[in-house]
């Protein structure tokens, strides 16, 4: 009796999206940092999605083997392989200062210096670097001093960590947005969210899609 023939499967598709690169950046970068790699809130945090989204592109890069969990470890993700060996091409993009009412977020005079970013992390939109003054997103891995990288778009989706102007001030906060209520949350319990009034002069400047930490000055 002849042998049956086993149909040829799909091939595997192992290119990455850009969402998957950054995903695999993001947990190669925390890794070297910390010796540690991150837990899905805290991927989800450093990357401005929820733990849903992050959990779903570390299952993607598990399956098209760039990644494998340890069992029974909660910090349980390993690289097993970069997505290339090549050089990530850098770009700048403009370091924010001082960010006043009423003038555009690039314009010159608020610009105080240039941050290198991969290229993968702004070609969906323009970009902006803005250097965090205090510990009010403690728990979403930002710290003061860190720089947030910022596509710049007007409008958010609720959980979306952003740079927010309200009342002429540029802030750094969680959008929450339920029903007609709109808060600004902290990531950090020694703070209270901040309600936004409709009187008040509210703008989203962006969402924050990455974070750079600067070294430290001796």
Do not use: W
């Not at 989800?44 to 098209?64: F, I």
């Not at 949350?185 to 008040?200: A, F, G, L, T, W």
């Amino acid at each position: 009796m002849a042998k049956s023939q086993k149909r040829p499967g799909r091939p595997r598709i192992t290119e990455l999206t850009g969402s998957q690169q950054r995903t695999l950046d993001e947990i190669r970068r925390i890794i070297a940092r910390h010796n540690l790699p991150p837990t899905m809130q805290e991927l989800a945090a450093v990357m401005g999605v929820n733990p849903a989204s992050a959990y779903e592109q570390v299952n993607q890069l598990v399956r098209k083997g760039y990644l494998k969990r340890e069992p029974r470890k909660a910090r349980n993700l390993v690289v097993l392989q970069k997505a290339s060996e090549e050089v990530a091409e850098l770009v700048e993009v403009p370091i924010i200062g001082t960010v006043a009412a009423g003038q555009p977020i690039l314009a010159e005079e608020n610009i105080i210096g240039q941050a290198m970013v991969e290229g993968a992390l702004v070609r969906r939109g323009r970009c902006f670097a803005l250097k965090v003054v205090g510990d009010s997103m403690l728990k979403a891995g930002i710290k003061g001093g860190d720089l947030v990288i910022v596509r710049q778009q007007p409008i958010a989706e609720n959980g979306d960590i952003v740079v927010a102007l309200l009342d002429g001030e540029a802030t750094v906060k969680r959008l929450s947005i339920c029903e007609e209520v709109i808060e600004l949350r902290p990531e950090n319990p020694k703070y209270r969210p901040i309600s936004v009034d409709p009187d008040q002069d509210f703008r989203i400047l962006g969402k924050v899609v990455g974070i750079r930490r600067l070294p430290a000055t001796p």
